[in-house]
């Protein structure tokens, strides 16, 4: 099986060695919060609180946690598995740390999340997981705004078989549900993106590796998402985690700075609650981002709230504190100082290119890569061998998953480029940017989720049908559709952003629908975007949006883009 990054082993191993050796202080290894005691016995119920919380005010997902730690729970997965029984009442919220959602009443079964660091997958790696949704899954597979995978309908029986053959691909689901890290993502063209800083994957893969194999870095008070933007003109949506790096170049200074790449650090991203990362002044070199990122969760392990799941996110454990409090707990916990740096003395970033990575692109090294949309994410398994093919005949064995749920195939020659877009289009998929469907992206929605208030990915493909028979856009357009409040396929950062709601029709009837907003963005084109129409039945979108999109055209200035109108 080939490296699934050229820039290869010896960074990552320096960053390795940073992170254990140099980077941090001793003393971390208990799990109070998952009922460690003083000894490092795993005695949860002799624990009298939590980080200072007592046990009788946790939240209810705290206690569970507290109870039994989720990553202990593979017995009763197997258990389960051998009588094929769904878990129990607590048992559902601890199979969520490997990975394994119950997904009733939406569906009587198990959505499997992986977790891909970056993005990036060997063609060997793809074409398990397609053999995975054959055997176990529906014979489809989606594609996630973390730059990650989901398999549906799986049963418990096969719930074993699933994680050991995860394993078996050198991939695995731990800790990618529940309250944990989440998939690190990365830049999806990093590696051979010719405007990059910096080949940012052998960091996400460093920094996903220390999480998997340091237990006290799980069980959260709530989920944590981190990012790495490599400084290009392709967006990874980095202000939206709770720790977002961007690549940054430093000239020249009067700070006793070395001129080079660095990373900037942004915190408390959170689109959901309508709030971007922000900058909090801190320069890290590239080595230095996993022991901070490591040293900051700690801090909020131990100081984040337990009691109201609402308030659990790190941005309310920085609203309460302020960056430079929050700082300093987290430099109490490495063994260098943190490296302050004025945001204005650091090169502007590169603009962002939105959709800009569909189609085909020129790489560092002359050969070229290609963007291919895949319809809200979603693929057959038939489609996944076929791009896996293609990634080994024309490619370098390699694809790249984005957050955008399109996908990457990097490394194709220029003679083996018209064959390659052939075979692509072959699979009923296609490389050409799409104005519209490009930027289509839907949480799983009614048919997956019981908290969808809409079908969201049903709603999507047809209203990308719908406006690509009436309208074409010269403009990119992303719209996000998004099932409930948890807001998993972040309407607030769409051009035209919906989130499902439920509508009483005249006659009394209860129908899908949907709140939508207007004029989010990421990056250099950062807004949070404004509710404009409330309630409006699913079966009225296609028109409205056609409505809204028409007036765009015609009202414009000329090239002005659907953000700036
Ligand atoms: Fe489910 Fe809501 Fe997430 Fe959609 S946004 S997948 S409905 S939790």
């Not at 002044?281 to 709230?305: K, M, Q, S, W, Y």
């Not at 035209?496 to 005249?506: E, P, R």
């Not at 028109?543 to 765009?552: G, I, P, Q, T």
Request: hydrophobic share 35%.
């Amino acid at each position: 099986m080939r490296l699934i990054s050229d820039s290869g082993f010896t960074t990552e191993q320096e960053v390795y060695l940073t992170a254990f050796v140099a980077g941090l202080k001793e003393g971390r290894d208990l799990m109070p919060h998952l009922g460690q005691d003083a000894e490092g016995r795993f005695t949860h119920e002799e624990e009298e609180t939590v980080f200072g919380t007592p046990v009788d005010e946790l939240s209810r997902e705290e206690r569970i946690k507290h109870a039994k730690n989720g990553l202990d729970c593979y017995d009763t997965i197997l258990a389960n598995g051998s009588e094929n029984q769904f878990p129990e009442a607590d048992d559902v919220f601890r199979y969520k740390f490997h990975g394994l959602f119950y997904v009733a009443p939406a569906q009587d079964s198990f959505m499997l999340r992986c977790r891909i660091a970056g993005g990036a997958l060997s063609t060997y790696q793809f074409r398990g997981l397609a053999e995975m949704a054959q055997d176990w899954g529906p014979g489809h597979a989606d594609l996630t705004t973390r730059a990650n995978l989901q398999i549906r309908e799986i049963e418990p029986k096969n719930c074993a078989s699933v994680l050991m053959k995860l394993a078996d691909l050198g991939l695995t689901s731990q800790g990618s549900g529940a309250d944990n890290v989440r998939n690190i993502t990365a830049t999806p063209t990093t590696g051979f993106d010719p405007d990059e800083l910096i080949d940012v994957l052998p960091y996400a893969r460093a920094m996903h590796h220390y999480i998997l194999k340091n237990r006290d870095l799980y069980g959260l008070p709530r989920k944590f998402n981190i990012s790495y933007d490599s400084g290009g003109g392709v967006s990874v949506c980095a202000d939206t985690n709770d720790i977002g790096f961007y690549a940054v170049r430093v000239g020249e200074n009067d700070q006793g700075v070395e001129p080079g790449v660095y990373f900037r650090m942004q915190l408390c991203g959170i689109t959901g609650h309508e709030q971007f990362a922000k900058d909090c002044g801190v320069l890290l070199t590239p080595a230095e981002t996993i022991p901070v990122a490591a040293a900051l969760i700690r801090v909020f392990i131990e100081n984040g709230d337990r009691t109201n799941r609402k308030k659990a996110r790190l941005k309310y454990l920085v609203d309460d504190w302020g960056f430079e409090k929050t700082l300093e707990e987290t430099e109490k916990k490495l063994t260098f100082p943190l490296r302050y740096f004025p945001l204005e003395k650091c090169d502007a970033p590169k603009p962002k290119d939105k959709q800009g990575y569909l189609g085909i692109h020129p790489q560092t090294d002359g050969k070229n890569y290609v963007g291919v949309l895949t319809p809200v994410g979603r693929m057959t398994v038939s489609q996944m061998l076929a791009l896996a093919d293609i990634a080994d005949e024309f490619g370098r064995g390699e694809l790249r998953l984005t957050v955008w749920q399109n996908l990457i195939i990097p490394g194709i020659s220029d003679d083996r480029l018209q064959a390659a877009l052939t075979a692509i289009q072959a699979t009923g998929l296609s490389h050409k940017n799409n104005t519209i469907k490009g930027g289509l992206i839907a949480c799983t929605g009614s048919r997956g989720c019981k908290y969808a208030a809409a079908d969201t990915k049903g709603s999507a493909v047809a209203l990308g049908d719908h406006l690509a028979s009436k309208l074409i856009l010269d403009q990119p357009v992303n719209i996000h559709l998004t099932g409930c409040q948890h807001s998993c396929a972040q309407h607030y950062i769409g051009d035209i952003g919906m989130m499902g709601t439920k509508v009483k029709t005249d006659d009394g009837e209860s129908v899908d629908g949907y709140n939508i907003v207007l004029g989010g963005g990421v990056d250099d084109q950062q807004a949070i975007a404004r509710e404009v129409w409330k309630s409006i039945p699913a079966t009225e979108i296609d028109s409205l949006v056609e409505k809204l999109l028409c007036a765009y055209l015609a009202h414009r200035e000329e090239n002005e883009s659907f953000a700036a109108f």
